[in-house]
């Protein structure tokens, strides 16, 4: 969307949670690529730092000199406390009535914002969040292993859920506010489990859910926090939503 197609945004102000641990390298293009992209709409950006020791805050707070602490939020926590937490401790932060959910590794590339803005006022819809597995998604930089059991995550989740959407385990959401606060409100997980958790609950409660399609690039710089433990994790938590919705 070019610039003069935000007229329609009216008083809306999206706020960008992205949560950090160890991305000193990956910080500070992530910041500059949504503010490239987000030219003429209202936005801040909540970075939820769980204590990382490779200086990911001390780049935070210079990026603040450069954008202004309005529109970059530094919000840290003293050590890893789990993923769905920081999204909880990043909303309490929250200004605005719309809020996105992101890594910040790269692997969701800011240039997909405007398309998840454009869907959302085109639609009405509470949440949109970025697909994989649809046309026009994909995935760049994962062996064949790791393609296998993100789809078989998805397909196992697709079959004894029916969420009624195609990417359960993507992390790239965009939310109304306040269908964010009702649904997060419901959700026990704190790991990886969590994004799978929220979009099943949201599924259940009758909120519409729109979804544009995203290419998932592997991170470049760092390393991946996804281990066999999380992998665990997110078939204890498939189990607990079979039963539990």
Request: aromatic share 10%.
């Given at each position: 969307m070019?610039?003069?197609?935000?007229?329609?945004?009216?008083?809306?102000k999206y706020?960008?949670?992205?949560?950090?641990?160890?991305?000193?390298?990956?910080?500070?293009?992530?910041v500059?690529?949504?503010?490239?992209?987000?030219r003429?709409?209202?936005?801040?950006?909540?970075?939820?730092?769980?204590?990382?020791?490779d200086?990911?805050?001390?780049?935070?707070?210079?990026?603040?000199?450069?954008?202004g602490?309005?529109?970059?939020?530094?919000?840290?926590?003293?050590?890893?406390?789990?993923l769905?937490?920081?999204?909880?401790?990043?909303?309490?932060?929250?200004?605005?009535?719309?809020?996105?959910?992101?890594?910040?590794?790269?692997?969701?590339?800011?240039?997909?914002?405007?398309?998840?803005?454009?869907?959302?006022?085109?639609?009405?819809?509470?949440?949109?969040?970025?697909?994989?597995?649809?046309?026009?998604?994909?995935?760049?930089?994962?062996?064949?292993?790791?393609?296998?059991?993100?789809?078989?995550?998805n397909?196992?989740?697709?079959?004894?859920?029916?969420?009624?959407?195609?990417?359960?385990t993507?992390?790239?959401?965009?939310?109304?506010?306040?269908?964010?606060?009702?649904?997060?409100?419901?959700?026990?997980?704190?790991?990886?489990v969590?994004?799978?958790?929220?979009?099943?609950?949201?599924?259940?409660?009758?909120?519409r859910?729109?979804?544009?399609p995203?290419?998932?690039?592997?991170?470049?710089?760092?390393?991946?926090?996804?281990g066999?433990?999380?992998?665990?994790?997110?078939?204890?938590?498939?189990?607990?939503?079979?039963?539990t919705?």
């Amino acid at each position: 969307m070019a610039e003069g197609e935000w007229r329609n945004l009216g008083k809306n102000k999206y706020s960008i949670i992205v949560p950090t641990y160890n991305e000193r390298l990956n910080i500070a293009l992530i910041v500059y690529l949504i503010f490239k992209h987000l030219r003429g709409v209202d936005f801040e950006i909540i970075v939820v730092d769980d204590g990382s020791p490779d200086g990911t805050q001390d780049i935070v707070k210079q990026l603040q000199q450069v954008y202004g602490e309005d529109r970059v939020l530094l919000r840290a926590r003293p050590r890893k406390l789990g993923l769905g937490t920081a999204y909880i401790h990043g909303l309490k932060h929250a200004s605005g009535n719309f809020v996105v959910i992101m890594d910040a590794d790269l692997s969701h590339h800011p240039k997909y914002l405007p398309s998840f803005i454009k869907k959302q006022l085109e639609t009405g819809a509470s949440i949109v969040t970025g697909t994989r597995y649809v046309k026009g998604g994909g995935v760049h930089g994962w062996n064949l292993m790791r393609k296998l059991t993100s789809r078989g995550a998805n397909v196992l989740a697709q079959t004894f859920l029916w969420p009624g959407v195609s990417d359960l385990t993507g992390s790239f959401r965009l939310y109304k506010k306040s269908a964010l606060e009702d649904i997060i409100t419901s959700v026990v997980s704190k790991g990886y489990v969590f994004q799978m958790e929220m979009i099943v609950r949201a599924s259940r409660k009758g909120y519409r859910i729109e979804e544009v399609p995203i290419t998932f690039v592997d991170r470049v710089f760092g390393t991946s926090k996804l281990g066999g433990s999380e992998i665990v994790e997110y078939l204890k938590g498939l189990v607990y939503l079979l039963v539990t919705t």
